[in-house]
């Protein structure tokens, strides 16, 4: 570790600061509004919680629903499409090794993940993002696969047809769901990457890694 | 001071409780309860002071929902098909829906029903059920997709709209159809829609006449369409320019309600 305390480096470009506001406004929207809609016909023998619902009722959580997937979308792709041009997406994010992750797992787990770069990310949360990244995009998908059956059909039936598609649906909303919740929590833990995705900037050195 | 986003929600879970309870209530007692309750809710905005923040989020919201409406209209397909299914898929008993319970469904004497036809149509004569009986009839079994998220495999029977539509000489450039029904309800359809060759006037339901809890004697059946665009009991239809709107769909729904 040079940890040189006055020395502060950039972390993260603004773009991409801007898109994960932008994305996670959208999931927090599109997943309690989903889950109002959800509570009109419950696929599993529970409901959510009104509390944490939004929309207030059917009518008002689908227009919810069907504006934020603009936001969700658009964000997304210019996140991907910033991301992929600039090569970062690359750097950042690959490779993800197997050994690595699990490495860096047991390391986690008994709190001893600690990185000198902050501008690195670990192989857990290589995969982690990576496969957050897929599990929206599943989402999005399934989300038009039930939206349009007949318009997209072709989406509904690789995706098992439109009662099978609605699964796909929850159960990539769940594991987002799971995915925000570890993450928060890591956040909270390292509260220094907090700072960094919000002004792009971290002290080298003492940012662990979120 | 609550925040807006807690205020709409108030202020739609309201609107939907009121709706819900009033459902359940008859006429005389419905009209009391509406007068009270809107009443209690002038009261409601004269001490709430974000009321102009919600009315914004409540623009917003509808305005996106009319641009999504145009979104539908581009990218629905007039020759685009809704799946078919073998009959030994159909639901049974096949669920009830409507903005009222079971109970509440109101029988139309088919001898004396006549579809009354307005608008832009160049015939504006009514029809009897014995008269839509007698013209070309087309049945499929197809699914019917809810708003709420359900779905179910049904079959449905009856005249080809299309067909109809030119029978009566409808303007096929004319932009919308509106539907009138005898349990209150109403709705209306984009014309693409409506000229779709999967959009039936049926008569039947799964080859047996129509039965009361699923619309008799009319309703019309798009399976490119939610449940909450397929009116049942149709009493009346009228070809226009201008947007009919809908039962659910002034309240919130999205009026396109494409599949
Ligand atoms: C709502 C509260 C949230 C907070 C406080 C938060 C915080 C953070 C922080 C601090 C980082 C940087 C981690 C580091 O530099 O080590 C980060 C990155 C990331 N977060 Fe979140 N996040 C939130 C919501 C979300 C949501 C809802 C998603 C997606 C479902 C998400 C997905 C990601 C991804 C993919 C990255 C990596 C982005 C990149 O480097 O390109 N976050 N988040």
């Known amino acids: ?24 406004i959208a999931i927090i929207l599109m997943v309690m509004s989903g889950w109002q809609i959800y509570n009109a016909s419950p696929l599993f023998p529970f409901r959510f919680p009104k509390a944490i619902t939004l929309g207030g009722w059917l009518g008002g959580a689908i227009q919810w629903h069907f504006a934020a997937m603009w936001l969700l979308v658009a964000n997304g792709l210019l996140y991907l499409v910033y991301n992929i041009a600039s090569g970062r997406l690359r750097m950042k994010f690959w490779p993800i090794r197997p050994g690595e992750v699990l490495h ?99 002290k080298a050195g003492v940012v662990e890694a979120a | 001071m609550k925040s807006p986003f807690a205020k709409k929600v108030t202020a739609q ?34 001490t709430g002071c974000d009321t102009s923040s919600d009315e914004a989020l409540d623009k917003m919201l509808t305005g996106i929902s009319r641009f999504n409406d145009r979104v539908q209209w581009a990218i629905f397909n007039p020759d685009r098909l809704a799946p078919t299914y073998p009959d030994s898929m159909i639901k049974v008993p096949f669920p009830f829906n409507a903005y009222y319970d079971v109970d509440q469904v109101r029988e139309v004497d088919g001898s004396t029903w006549k579809l009354e036809v307005s608008g832009l149509v160049a015939d504006k004569r009514s029809w009897t059920l014995a008269e839509l009986a007698a013209l070309p009839q087309m049945a499929q079994t197809t699914r019917h997709i809810c708003v709420e998220g359900w779905s179910a495999i049904g079959r449905w029977g009856g005249v080809p709209f299309r067909t109809f539509l030119e029978k009566i000489g409808a303007d096929k450039t004319a932009r919308y159809i509106g539907f009138k029904c005898a349990d209150d309800y109403f709705t209306s359809i984009d014309m693409p829609t409506a000229l779709h060759p999967q959009t039936i006037m049926a008569l039947t339901f799964a080859d047996h006449t129509l039965p009361a809890d699923f619309g008799y004697p009319m309703k019309i059946r798009m399976p490119t369409k939610l449940g ?16 009919p709107g809908g039962y659910w769909e002034d309240q919130g729904y999205n009026w396109f309600g494409g599949s």
């Open chain 1, 1 to 24: 570790m040079s940890a040189d305390k006055t020395t502060w480096v950039k972390v993260h470009p603004a773009m991409v600061r801007i898109c994960h506001w932008g994305n996670a």
């Open chain 2, 13 to 46: 879970a309201d609107r939907h409780l009121i709706n819900e309870v009033a459902k359940r209530l008859d006429a005389p007692a419905r009209r009391q309860f509406m007068k009270y309750s809107m009443s209690l809710g002038s009261l409601a905005m004269l």
């Open chain 1, 104 to 202: 860096d797992l047991g390391q986690a787990l008994r709190g001893r993940l600690a990185h000198a770069d902050p501008t690195h990310y670990n192989a857990v949360q290589k995969l982690a993002y990576v496969g957050v990244m897929l599990l929206i995009a599943g989402v999005v998908v399934s989300g038009l696969a039930i939206w349009k059956p007949v318009q997209f059909g072709v989406i509904t039936e690789l995706l098992g047809g439109y009662e099978f598609a609605r699964r796909v649906h929850f159960f990539c909303m769940a594991l987002i769901v799971f995915f925000v919740a570890v993450h928060v929590v890591m956040v909270a833990l390292v509260p220094k990457t907090f700072i960094a995705i919000i002004t792009g900037r971290a």
């Open chain 2, 228 to 243: 909450y665009k397929n009116p049942k009991h149709v009493m009346s239809m009228f070809v226009t320019n201008t947007n």
